[in-house]
């Protein structure tokens, strides 16, 4: 039982040098840059090669379990697309997602304040069914959602007027921490309607969507984590809530590869001992 | 009739949808279109039966009084508070039954529903996850040992990206020359995900779409019949 | 009807009068759901008006700008639709009008899918061709995972320590198939720590799981010729909570000290802590799952992982059920033949045939 | 926003925020508590969510607004409540008639889905001409793509011995996957710490304000 009581505190010894190793940076920057890689540029040339006033689609597909990740994504994607004076409709394929997607409205409208709801932004809510409701739009949008979370008519709302079905959307970003999300998006709006498909996603989802990003463009660039979102607040020249985050993610990386490597230095020493 | 007619209806729809994909010309397009709408509908349903079927198996677990039993209570009289806050005066843009309740709205600050959602639904999800940052930094203190070929491509691989994906990183190899830049963390890094990581989740990706082809056209066929449940 | 016909006559007259059908012209899209018609026009001047009559027969514009051709969408099949393009002359003020009128026409197939359609078929038929095979009782060779010798010696470890073995069937419930393969493979393992006489622990996060497990180890135990060593009480219900259910798992790897972990089924943030916690025990850990995100963790962790599809290899190759077997060897006719067509396709593109990379893009 | 309401509900954050890192000490009555406050809170989200955005707008309303014109509409809410008498032990092999329409829509939804995006389209995406654009690393890393997709595949081909000569493609493509394990094992570090990062920032900046 010693030698479990004699783990446990190991365990609680790593547990409070990776607390520490977190917050200090919080609390005093570094500063360090970051480099931009090819997919968050890809994503960013997309919206950005968008014409003026074309209606494009958010989808909040998370929940605040990985919003430090998504938020500032969203947010940062959000803010070009408003300053290229793209007309942007949010929904979420999850439920949690429209609460992130009025949060992130209420946030990058303050660098906005002639956006009129209905007129440049709205919000169509929570729809469920994943897949099924993406084949549904690429059909008809107006079965889908018959009103808006606020209950206007969608015949009624100015910004859809000439938005019968996804082939009218310029693109579509889905913002995804897992199922559905991205892959269904890629699934049902680009290979089935050809509508232009980019996205976020954790950086746990990330290395199994990159096959999507290829000369066919399934998928046109990616962010993957928060490393991605300050890539792409820099990108747009903000310094966003991803950018500040960056310093305490370097030092925690650092400090996991050294735990790695005293794990298998002790590791090696124990089988030495074990030999000898 | 109770097992054969559902496994036709099954058969049907699934191969409706499979030849709308191939088929422009009517009725076929709108047929698919009503089926994906009534799609809408049941799952909403489905979700709805999920639901209750959670809260039925507390209220046993209480009634019971099971092991812990006062925490599932705890769930319940949440799940109650929210759902009647979310019903009664609604959420941040719907009416509820009692309208958008503005007296409460002056007190509190936000809805009702909103205001839980902020501080106990936002701060209990978003904890969850993060405990998983110590118990990954404990296994690579105490079980990412290296012990065969693989398991070293595994982690070189690992130590590339984790140093390539941070700041870090990059001011490390930030002195290579031009020519060399290939071998700069953030480069080297990136181009482990564009080529070997992509050919090998492609591979994946290939042959779980086979399996999930295979499996979904013995459903249709009604081969595989086990969704129904047992012949009880 | 009549009216129509006589418009088309006269659109058609205005048309030809003005002698300009190669410089304009609408066409239907073939192969689609008729609901679009293509606009076609080559023009010496740099921006073009294009319009469209509507229902009342007035002109309305639907495209300005530079360019040789536009698609109108959503259009009702079936139906006659007229435009004209202002050509705008600079020098003298005014502009010139093409006219075109066409109908969008609804065909019977997505020529651009044929490469879709087959491969799809080909699949299926595969599929279907190993299931009725196997049903009728053609015993087909795939090829034995060697993780399953592994999982046999980690039993044998176990026997001589005298310890028990830990079996997680994953944290799905019974509709997953993950689900279903693992138990297939307990069945396997129970056999074994039947013969073997050691014992065997089963937390079980479903209740469903739970009493499909409980079935499936007392069969085995029967068939061992054991059926006194079984003991139900051993295959319990831990909890449904996600993280629950591995703090329970946790405890009893630390108390009970079993020498051979078993992870295999649908697994998800939890493996890490799963694996970890049995690496520490100094257990030979077996681990497999067709989560892709979790694979890293149980690969560097475990002794052996079974990645992927070899989770259902390894089922159908214990179980030897038909419906496995069959659509597993209709799988493998399906990689085989990505095999082949990635190679043809790259040799193709390197001898600059690019129709064949074409066809599979669905290039019309 | 009233002061008190506000800080009552930092107070509240800041409890189930702790509540649920006690678990790194150990399982606990707090983290109990707040994990089945969380799945009871979740479930309240769903279910007032589906009313309002999914049964609200698709279907009642659209009933109750224009009855004849979406009479239609009593089919599928018909086959809803089907679903919804899987609870009566007696009724419940009436909702295999809901059950069996949604497994068949979305068993034929995924077959055609998953064959052209996950099959046809990555097999396309792989034939490409390595030699195509001049630079070596280009070369190198297409070579690699097809290489790694065709060993992989074949590793996952189960209908063959793996002795000899046709062992060969199928280590190469466990290395393939090894190395994309390590990918994703790097990324899935960065997405944990990340999550942490967002935790302390809220208890830093909001709570403690001692971080602007």
Same mark, same amino acid.
């Given at each position: 039982m010693s030698s479990n009581t004699h783990s446990q505190t190991e365990r609680h010894i790593v547990f409070l040098v990776l607390l520490v190793a977190v917050t200090l940076p919080l609390l005093f920057p570094i500063?360090?840059?970051?480099?931009?890689?090819?997919?968050?540029?890809?994503?960013?040339?997309?919206?950005?090669?968008?014409?003026?006033?074309?209606?494009?689609? +958010?989808? +909040?597909?998370?929940?605040?379990?990985?919003?430090?990740?998504?938020?500032?994504?969203?947010?940062?994607?959000?803010?070009?697309?408003?300053?290229?004076?793209?007309?942007?409709?949010?929904?979420?394929?999850?439920?949690?997602?429209?609460?992130?997607?009025?949060?992130?409205?209420?946030?990058?409208?303050?660098?906005?304040?002639?956006k009129k709801y209905g007129v440049d932004f709205v919000n169509m809510g929570y729809k469920i069914a994943g897949i099924v409701t993406i084949q549904s739009m690429g059909k008809n949008m107006p079965e889908v959602f018959p009103t808006d979370e606020r209950g206007t008519k969608y015949a009624d709302i100015p910004m859809l007027k000439n938005v019968k079905t996804l082939k009218d959307i310029a693109y579509a970003n889905s913002l995804s921490s897992g199922t559905p999300g991205i892959k269904e998006w890629v699934m049902a709006a680009h290979d089935a309607y050809g509508t232009p498909v980019t996205g976020g996603t954790t950086a746990v989802s990330a290395p199994g969507l990159l096959p999507y990003v290829n000369s066919q463009r399934q998928l046109n660039g990616l962010l993957g984590g928060l490393k991605a979102a300050s890539e792409y607040e820099n990108l747009i020249g903000q310094i966003g809530s991803a950018t500040v985050k960056m310093d305490a993610q370097s030092v925690a990386h650092l400090l996991i590869l050294v735990f790695i490597a005293i794990g298998n230095v002790k590791a090696f020493l124990v089988r030495k001992r074990s030999k000898a | 009739m109770k097992r054969n007619l559902p496994l036709i209806f099954a058969f049907l729809t699934g191969f409706l949808v499979v030849i709308s994909e191939f088929i422009p010309h009517r009725p076929f397009s709108l047929m698919i279109s009503t089926l994906q709408n009534w799609f809408l509908i049941i799952s909403g349903f489905a979700i709805?039966?999920? *639901?209750?079927?959670?809260? *039925?198996?507390?209220?046993?677990?209480?009634? *019971?009084?099971?092991?812990?039993? =006062?925490? =599932?209570?705890?769930?319940?009289?949440?799940?109650?508070?929210?759902?009647?806050?979310?019903?009664?005066?609604g959420t941040q843009e719907y009416k509820g039954i009692l309208g958008h309740g503005t007296h409460l709205q002056s007190l509190v600050g936000s809805k009702p529903f909103d205001y839980l959602f902020d501080f106990a639904y936002m701060p209990l999800s978003a904890t969850m996850f993060s405990l998983l $940052?110590?118990?990954? $930094?404990?296994?690579? =203190?105490?079980?990412?040992?290296?012990?065969?070929?693989?398991?070293?491509?595994?982690?070189?691989?690992?130590?590339?990206?984790?140093?390539?994906r941070t700041s870090f990183g990059s001011m490390l190899t930030s002195w290579l020359p031009e020519n060399l830049r290939f071998w700069h963390l953030p480069n080297l890094s990136d181009f482990i995900m564009e080529f070997p990581n992509s050919a090998a989740q492609r591979a994946i990706m290939i042959s779980a779409a086979l399996g999930i082809i295979g499996s979904s056209l013995r459903i249709i066929l009604g081969i595989e019949r086990s969704y129904l449940g047992g012949d009880k | 009807m009549k009216k129509t016909l006589l418009l088309v006559m006269v659109l058609w007259s205005i048309v030809s009068f003005s002698a300009a059908k190669a410089l304009f012209s609408a066409n239907d899209v073939p192969w689609d759901d008729g609901k679009a018609l293509m606009l076609n026009w080559s023009a010496p001047a740099d921006t073009v008006?294009?319009?469209?009559?509507?229902?009342?027969?007035?002109?309305? !514009?639907?495209?300005?700008?530079?360019?040789?051709?536009?698609?109108?969408?959503?259009?009702?099949?079936?139906? !006659?639709?007229?435009?004209?393009?202002?050509?705008?002359?600079?020098?003298?003020?005014?502009?010139?009008?093409?006219?075109?009128?066409?109908?969008?026409?609804?065909?019977?197939f997505y020529l651009n899918k044929l490469s879709y359609l087959l491969i799809l078929l080909a699949v299926s038929l595969a599929v279907l061709y190993y299931v009725?095979?196997?049903?009728?009782?053609?015993?087909?060779?795939?090829?034995?995972?060697?993780?399953?010798?592994?999982?046999?010696?980690?039993?044998?470890?176990?026997?001589?320590?005298?310890?028990?073995?830990?079996?997680?069937?994953?944290?799905?419930?019974?509709?997953?198939?993950q689900t279903i393969a693992s138990l297939t493979i307990l069945s396997h393992l129970a056999h074994k720590a039947a013969e073997y006489d050691t014992a065997l622990i089963v937390p079980c996060r479903f209740s469903m799981v739970l009493s499909a497990s409980r079935e499936i180890v007392k069969e085995a135990y029967l068939k061992a010729?054991?059926?006194?060593?079984?003991?139900?009480?051993?295959?319990?219900?831990? !909890?449904?909570?996600?993280?629950?259910? %591995?703090?329970?798992?946790?405890?009893?790897? %630390?108390?009970?000290?079993?020498?051979?972990?078993?992870?295999?089924?649908?697994?998800?943030?939890?493996?890490?802590?799963?694996?970890?916690?049995?690496?520490?025990?100094?257990?030979?850990?077996?681990?497999?799952?067709?989560?892709?995100?979790?694979?890293?963790?149980? %690969?560097?962790?475990?002794?052996?992982?079974?990645?992927?599809?070899?989770?259902?290899?390894?089922?159908?190759?214990?179980?030897?059920?038909?419906?496995?077997?069959?659509?597993?060897?209709?799988?493998?006719?399906?990689?085989?033949?990505?095999?082949?067509?990635?190679?043809?396709?790259?040799?193709?593109?390197?001898?600059?045939?690019?129709?064949?990379?074409?066809?599979?893009?669905?290039?019309? | 926003m009233s002061s008190f309401a506000g800080t009552f509900g930092l107070w509240m954050a800041v409890f189930f925020t702790f509540s649920i890192f006690s678990f790194l000490y150990k399982d606990n009555p707090f983290y109990k508590f707040a994990e089945q406050v969380f799945v009871g809170l979740s479930a309240a989200y769903?279910?007032?969510?589906?009313?309002?955005?999914?049964?609200?707008?698709? @279907?009642?309303?659209? @009933?109750?607004?224009?009855?004849?014109?979406?009479?239609?509409?009593?089919?599928?809410?018909?086959?809803?409540?089907?679903?919804?008498?899987?609870?009566?032990p007696k009724t419940q092999w009436l909702s295999r008639f809901p059950i069996a329409i949604m497994i068949g829509t979305s068993a034929g939804i995924n077959m055609v889905r998953y064959a052209k995006s996950d099959l046809l389209s990555q097999i396309s995406a792989t034939m490409i001409n390595p030699f195509a654009d001049g630079s070596a690393s280009s070369i190198v890393g297409n070579l690699l793509l097809i290489i790694g997709t065709i060993c992989g595949v074949y590793f996952f081909y189960f209908s063959k011995k793996q002795e000899g000569f046709s062992a060969v493609p199928s280590k190469i493509g466990i290395w393939f996957l090894m190395v994309s394990f390590g990918a994703s094992f790097g990324y899935t570090v960065m997405a944990r710490i990340s999550l942490l990062i967002g935790r302390l920032e809220f208890l830093l900046k909001d709570w403690l304000h001692v971080i602007k």
């Open positions: 500063g360090w840059k970051t480099e931009v890689s090819g997919y968050a540029r890809m994503a960013w040339q997309l919206i950005d090669s968008t014409p003026d006033s074309s209606v494009v689609v +958010f989808s +909040f597909d998370y929940d605040p379990s990985t919003m430090t990740e998504l938020q500032p994504m969203a947010e940062a994607m959000l803010y070009h697309a408003f300053s290229r004076n793209q007309k942007v409709l949010a929904m979420a394929l999850w439920p949690q997602g429209v609460q992130m997607a009025d949060q992130a409205y209420a946030k990058v409208i303050k660098s906005f304040p002639d | 709805l039966l999920g *639901q209750i079927s959670l809260f *039925q198996a507390n209220l046993a677990k209480i009634k *019971q009084k099971e092991s812990g039993w =006062y925490f =599932y209570l705890a769930g319940l009289i949440s799940f109650m508070i929210m759902l009647l806050t979310g019903l009664l005066w $940052a110590f118990f990954i $930094a404990s296994a690579a =203190y105490r079980a990412f040992i290296i012990r065969s070929f693989e398991s070293n491509l595994l982690m070189i691989t690992a130590v590339i990206v984790i140093l390539g | 008006n294009l319009q469209k009559a509507d229902s009342l027969g007035n002109w309305v !514009t639907i495209f300005k700008g530079v360019g040789k051709e536009f698609q109108d969408r959503d259009l009702d099949p079936d139906k !006659t639709y007229s435009y004209r393009l202002l050509i705008p002359r600079a020098a003298l003020g005014d502009s010139i009008a093409f006219k075109a009128t066409a109908q969008p026409k609804e065909q019977w009725n095979g196997a049903r009728r009782g053609k015993d087909y060779f795939i090829r034995r995972i060697s993780g399953l010798d592994s999982m046999d010696e980690a039993i044998g470890r176990a026997t001589e320590k005298g310890k028990p073995i830990l079996f997680v069937p994953g944290i799905s419930d019974l509709d997953d198939i010729g054991k059926p006194d060593s079984y003991r139900e009480d051993r295959i319990f219900y831990l !909890t449904d909570d996600q993280f629950g259910y %591995v703090a329970g798992i946790d405890g009893i790897m %630390v108390r009970e000290q079993p020498a051979a972990n078993f992870f295999l089924g649908s697994f998800y943030a939890e493996s890490l802590i799963l694996a970890e916690t049995g690496f520490s025990t100094g257990a030979i850990q077996t681990s497999g799952t067709a989560q892709a995100s979790q694979l890293p963790f149980f %690969v560097v962790s475990c002794d052996y992982t079974l990645i992927g599809e070899e989770l259902f290899a390894a089922s159908a190759y214990l179980s030897r059920d038909p419906q496995q077997l069959g659509s597993l060897k209709g799988h493998d006719f399906g990689k085989l033949l990505t095999i082949l067509l990635i190679i043809i396709g790259v040799i193709a593109e390197i001898a600059g045939w690019h129709g064949f990379k074409a066809f599979f893009e669905g290039a019309q | 769903w279910l007032v969510y589906l009313f309002y955005s999914i049964m609200l707008p698709n @279907l009642f309303t659209k @009933l109750l607004t224009d009855f004849k014109g979406n009479i239609i509409l009593l089919i599928p809410a018909a086959l809803g409540i089907m679903m919804l008498l899987r609870l009566i």
